[in-house]
């Protein structure tokens, strides 16, 4: 079985200072980790994907996230935050060896940028 | 806009209604899931279809929940006798056969207060 846990449920930055929000993984199987972030009144969408490729991983609007298997951790980055980055963001992992595109989801944690 | 679309937004029912949940996919997307997403938790995986082809259902969906996708294109949720637990976003998601699973592309989500 899978699952991830975000260790914060509310990570607040000030605009221009970097962004960590911190992600664990458990999975039977080499994983899939992703990051969708969840806007306030939009859908879900994707933010960046390990695929076993690289395992420092760029993503859209300047995040990154680095797969560290010994850690088993896949942390979200970004070095200076924007106002327009505030939303809530979940780390998923997909079972690779699973059957279907079933997905689970962290609990997500909600990002706040103050000026 | 060609993405996935949800209707209707919002629903409200009393208790042990029936309701109904539409969902269309980005038009060549042949995957087709529904999610659950409760109040600050992260999405559940509910059902998956592969055209019409319901291919996986989580023990989350009871007797009380069906899902279609008859022609392969659009889908339906439908909840019978309603519930106060049923209260919750439903997220349909589509992707292609052959993308990596877990790059899924959202709706925004179709929002059930049962009173």
């Known amino acids: 079985a899978q699952s991830v846990t975000q260790l914060d449920s509310h990570v607040s930055v000030s605009e221009g200072t970097p962004v960590l929000l911190r992600c664990n993984y458990s999975?039977?199987?080499?994983?899939?980790l992703f990051w969708y972030v969840q806007h306030p009144n939009k859908g879900l969408q994707l933010l960046l994907k390990y695929t076993s490729a690289a395992t420092l991983v760029k993503g859209i609007n300047g995040f990154e996230a680095e797969f560290k298997k010994s850690e088993t951790s896949f942390h979200l980055t970004k070095p200076s935050a924007h106002m327009s980055d505030a939303a809530e963001y979940f780390c998923?992992?997909?079972?690779?060896?699973?059957?279907?595109?079933?997905?689970?989801f962290g609990t997500g944690t909600r990002l706040q940028v103050t000026l | 806009d060609t993405g996935v679309s949800q209707d209707p937004r919002h629903k409200i029912t009393k208790r042990g209604q029936n309701v109904t949940f539409r969902c269309d996919p980005i038009s060549e997307h042949n995957r087709l899931y529904w999610y659950r997403q409760t109040l600050g938790q992260g999405p559940e995986f509910l059902t998956y279809f592969q055209n019409e082809a319901q291919l996986e259902k989580s023990r989350l969906l009871s007797d009380r929940f069906s899902a279609e996708r008859p022609k392969g294109s659009f889908s339906t949720l439908e909840i019978q006798r309603t519930e106060q637990g049923d209260s919750a976003m439903y997220l349909c998601?589509?992707?292609?056969?052959?993308?990596?699973?877990?790059?899924?592309?959202f709706g925004e989500g179709s929002r059930l207060t049962v009173l």
């Open positions: 998601a589509s992707s292609l056969m052959g993308a990596h699973t877990g790059e899924l592309f």
């Open positions: 999975s039977s199987y080499s994983p899939s």
């Open positions: 998923v992992v997909s079972d690779r060896a699973g059957t279907a595109s079933k997905l689970t």
